[in-house]
């Protein structure tokens, strides 16, 4: 059987919660690597799921509200990151932010690419795309990386900047387009020059196998999760509904496993749920008296959930 204290500390292991914090680039390179897809920051309101963070990963512990310089000391280890093309920063959730809210390891994006890319990746963007991500994409597209000045010089001075930074962000947000950062300054180049390979791929790659492979990784992350975490941390990728149908295939498949924990029932990869070491008791304090009725009444009251 498995307790919630085992599972908090094998996650603790996994995420560098246990006061061994990410501090060189070779060690962010490969946890990214193995984590596959993560969040920037912590994100527990928004997100209701167990999951692993950069930004605490960089620290070494747990913490839900990082301060400015624990982020920009994981920044700095990321941008080193993101250069090596081995990993890339994503804006899943729209925030009119440079900072990524996601990471991705670059053998993952064509899941990704599959899921919320344009399969004409190639062409500049169609639909119902607005005329200033269209110009901003062919901008790139014949010139090649620039800042976001340069590009609101570019498309017409009559262009706010802040309308060219949302039109960066749109495109981010599709895949069409990924920051580039440097020392005080970040361009923008097109995702079909930065990763073309990736790209083509995505477009090859069906939507519920990419989900699979997403669910798997998260699961491998999370070592066990419910099916509602399952669905809050994957919410930017798919609708719950259709995750919930991924879920249960691969679970009618037996490429899923469940576990009981209190009245919750986890998943998990089958075959892949670790050993999870003893949790010893706390020693009872020595002939101690037995609290009263008003003592108990006490600490009820002032318990911490």
Same mark, same amino acid.
Do not use: E, F
């Given at each position: 059987s498995l307790t919630s204290q085992q599972l908090i500390e094998a996650r603790a292991a996994l995420w560098h919660h246990n006061a061994t914090p990410i501090l060189t680039l070779e060690e962010a390179a490969s946890w990214v690597a193995t984590t596959g897809f993560l969040l920037f920051l912590p994100r527990r309101q928004q997100l209701r799921a167990p999951s692993p963070t950069f930004v605490e990963a960089t620290m070494g512990r747990l913490e839900h509200t990082p301060g400015r310089p624990e982020i920009e000391n994981a920044l700095s280890i990321a941008h080193r990151l993101f250069a090596t093309g081995e990993a890339f920063p994503l804006n899943l959730l729209g925030t009119l932010n440079e900072e990524p809210d996601f990471l991705i390891a670059r053998d993952?994006?064509?899941w990704l690419l599959s899921l919320r890319g344009d399969r004409n990746w190639k062409a500049a963007p169609g639909g119902r795309t607005s005329p200033l991500n269209v110009s901003v994409w062919k901008l790139l597209d014949e010139q090649g990386e620039l800042t976001a000045g340069e590009i609101r010089s570019g498309v017409g001075r009559d262009v706010s900047e802040a309308s060219v930074r949302r039109a960066l962000i749109d495109l981010w947000g599709t895949l069409r387009v990924f920051p580039?950062?440097?020392?005080?300054?970040?361009?923008?180049a097109l995702a079909k020059t930065l990763c073309p390979k990736e790209c083509a791929k995505g477009t090859t790659t069906s939507q519920g196998a990419a989900l699979s492979l997403f669910l798997a990784d998260y699961l491998r992350s999370a070592i066990a999760a419910t099916e509602d975490e399952i669905a809050s941390f994957l919410s930017p990728l798919a609708s719950r509904s259709r995750l919930r149908e991924v879920l249960h +295939?691969?679970? +009618?498949?037996?490429?899923?496993s469940t576990i009981p924990l209190g009245p919750n029932t986890l998943y998990y990869v089958a075959g892949e749920l670790p050993e999870f070491p003893e949790i010893a008791a706390p020693e009872p304090a020595a002939e101690s008296a037995a609290p009263s009725s008003q003592e108990t009444e006490s600490v009820s009251e002032n318990a911490t959930p």
């Open positions: 993952r994006l064509p580039r950062y440097h020392d005080g300054d970040t361009t923008w +295939a691969l679970t +009618a498949t037996r490429q899923l």
